[in-house]
Nanobody, 112 residues
Framework: HVQLVESGGGSVQAGGSLRLSCSGSGYHFINNCVTWFRQAPKKEREGVAGLSTLTLTTYYADSVKGRFTISRDNAKNTLYLQMNSLKSEDTALYRC??????WGQGTQVTVS
């Protein structure tokens, strides 16, 4: 049974930082294409950051470039998203995905 579980969300003031984690079980998801998405109320889901383990390349949405960093720990089968200089518009439910097939339930980030 494949399971992805996000953690690390919370409430923070603008300008603050959070680090999200996505831990996997049942499948070494970190060896595949992994992506952080977010969705705010009444907005479409947005791909925030992605990591291809095949090409070792990263992707960032323009809205987070220079502020967010995606990384992984193979040994822990965990994906991270370091978020700095947070803005109110970063408020959303953040979810991780492996190959757009497996999804976590999400962790809420609220920036005020």
């Amino acid at each position: 049974h494949v399971q992805l579980v996000e953690s690390g969300g919370g409430s923070v003031q603008a300008g603050g930082s959070l680090r999200l984690s996505c831990s996997g079980s049942g499948y070494h998801f970190i060896n595949n294409c992994v992506t952080w998405f977010r969705q705010a109320p009444k907005k479409e889901r947005e791909g925030v950051a992605g990591l291809s383990t095949l090409t070792l390349t990263t992707y960032y949405a323009d809205s987070v470039k220079g502020r967010f960093t995606i990384s992984r720990d193979n040994a822990k089968n965990t994906l991270y998203l370091q978020m700095n200089s947070l803005k109110s518009e970063d408020t959303a439910l953040y979810r991780c995905s492996s190959q757009y097939t497996y999804w976590g339930q999400g962790t809420q980030v609220t920036v005020s």
